[in-house]
């Protein structure tokens, strides 16, 4: 097999030449001859079920030439030769072990490598040892509420996802079902129905609703988008739309983003040219929360948007609007989309300052922490070396919240439970892990950094 595939390349490259030397002077030219991807290793690994000091480990290397695989177990053993079967490696000593896959193929190389941790329980899931599985965030967090988002049919299916809910968490945002798309799908239909299953679900467990979101650009119902009637009826139904809205919800839903996301990316940060700005100008805002605090005099009223720490303008954009409202808005809602290598810490922290100066309470909303920011399509599994990075974020951004006078203090909403659930994975279209639970339900490093920044 040797230089066979560079033989095989040269043999085509001189066909082509051939080819191209007897084609007539009007017949198209082919490009360059594009080389196949270089061999690429990669493995995955499992505790077994039956003993928690066994790894189980897979070769799951997918090349189209036949290629050899040598192992090393990171246990001082000798290189082992792959085979088709799953290799079952014991450790039975304390420590961290790197595990390597070496492929070669037609004198091309390449390894891949993943640690584990071993204490004195067995292999640690995601390399997360030692006494988090005797905690949980929302006692750890003795301060401030720590949240997630769900949806009706999870709670309502009930199993690991309302465990973990239920285990870690003690506030509740739908993650889309209490938006006015899916409330108030048509004029003078109200649908509850979805936001009622999370509403209920959290009441059962002890737990607080934070509503998400009254009005947003991004969940208008056509019908609302197409409004025929008059301007003075257009503010009319939304005023009815809040107030029935916070009605229902009087006593069960503790706070509610009034308006998300009303500001341009672009030049100064303009409103958005919504439907709802046309038909009530440019105080629409001002408005709807009238309308809501008119409604419910007790629920806690918050503007919520992104990019607050990675743009300083639309930061300054922001807190000139909740100045503006005065008395009508308690909070300010800072989504908490990041990477693990940014918004810088002072950053973060200029959100934290701005809230704190103006004595609004600060919810560091719909936080996920990329850990491929660079959207780099061929990677299949999160490194140790990423993990740890956006370990050290998530720890930050934890240790940031946790500073600000309790008075200032409401919640940590991290936006989503497992990794392969989150909306990242479909908004950028590559392979991520941002949250604190793999797909399996295990905590990983990231959960041990928002431990670590409540100390």
């Excluded at 025929?228 to 809205?245: K, R």
């Excluded at 439907?275 to 918050?302: H, T």
């Excluded at 005065?326 to 934290?352: E, K, R, W």
Aim: hydrophobic share 35%; with cysteine; proline share 4%.
């Amino acid at each position: 097999m040797k230089n066979t595939f560079r033989n095989l390349i040269c043999l085509l490259a001189l066909i082509m030449a051939f080819s191209c030397s007897n084609s007539s002077d009007d017949s198209p030219t082919s490009g360059p001859t594009e080389l196949p991807d270089a061999i690429r290793a990669s493995f995955e690994h499992a505790i077994s079920p039956s003993d928690p000091f066994v790894l189980l480990l897979t070769n799951t290397t997918s090349y189209y030439l036949p290629y050899t695989g040598m192992w090393d177990y990171g246990n001082g053993t000798t290189a082992i030769a792959d085979g088709t079967s799953v290799k079952e490696v014991r450790y039975d000593a304390a420590g961290r072990y790197t595990i390597s896959l070496t492929v070669s193929s037609d004198g091309i190389t390449n390894t891949m490598s993943k640690d584990i941790i071993v204490d004195e329980n067995g292999i640690c899931p995601n390399a997360v040892c030692g006494d988090l599985n005797t905690s949980s965030l929302k006692d750890a967090a003795t301060t401030f509420s720590v949240g997630t988002i769900t949806r009706s049919p999870y709670v309502n299916a009930g199993g690991k996802h309302t465990e973990i809910l239920v285990s870690e968490f003690n506030n509740l945002t739908s993650e889309y079902e209490m938006k006015m798309n899916v409330m108030y799908p048509s004029e003078g239909n109200y649908d509850f129905s979805a936001g009622d299953a999370i509403v209920d679900f959290a009441q059962a467990n002890g737990m607080n609703v934070h509503g998400h979101a009254l009005i947003w650009h991004n969940a208008t119902p056509s019908w609302v988008e197409n409004f025929s009637g008059t301007d003075a009826e257009f503010e009319t139904m939304v005023e009815d739309y809040i107030t029935t809205t916070l009605e229902h919800y009087k006593g069960k839903v503790r706070s509610w983003d009034v308006v998300n996301e009303a500001f341009e990316d672009g030049s100064g940060h303009p409103l958005r040219n919504s439907v709802f700005r046309q038909k009530m100008g440019d105080d629409y805002i001002k408005k709807c929360f009238q309308f809501a605090r008119n409604a419910d005099p007790d629920v806690l009223l918050f503007y919520n948007d992104y990019n607050m720490a990675s743009s300083p303008t639309k930061r300054e954009a922001m807190f000139n609007l909740v100045d503006s409202l005065g008395d009508l808005v308690d909070g300010v809602g800072a989504q908490m989309h990041i990477s693990y290598n940014g918004p810088s810490a002072a950053n973060i922290q200029a959100v934290a300052d701005g809230t704190v100066s103006r004595n609004l309470k600060l919810h560091f909303a719909e936080l996920d922490i990329r850990a491929n920011p660079e959207e780099d399509t061929s990677v299949s599994s999160l490194s140790t070396d990423r993990a740890n990075a956006q370990k050290e974020k998530y720890k930050e951004v934890v240790q940031i919240y946790n500073a600000i006078p309790l008075d200032n203090k409401f919640a940590l909403t991290v936006w989503g439970v497992r990794d392969n659930e989150s909306w990242l994975l479909d908004f950028w279209g590559v392979p991520d892990w941002p949250l604190m639970f793999d797909e399996d339900y295990n905590k990983k490093p990231a959960y041990a950094g928002f431990l670590e920044g409540l100390q």
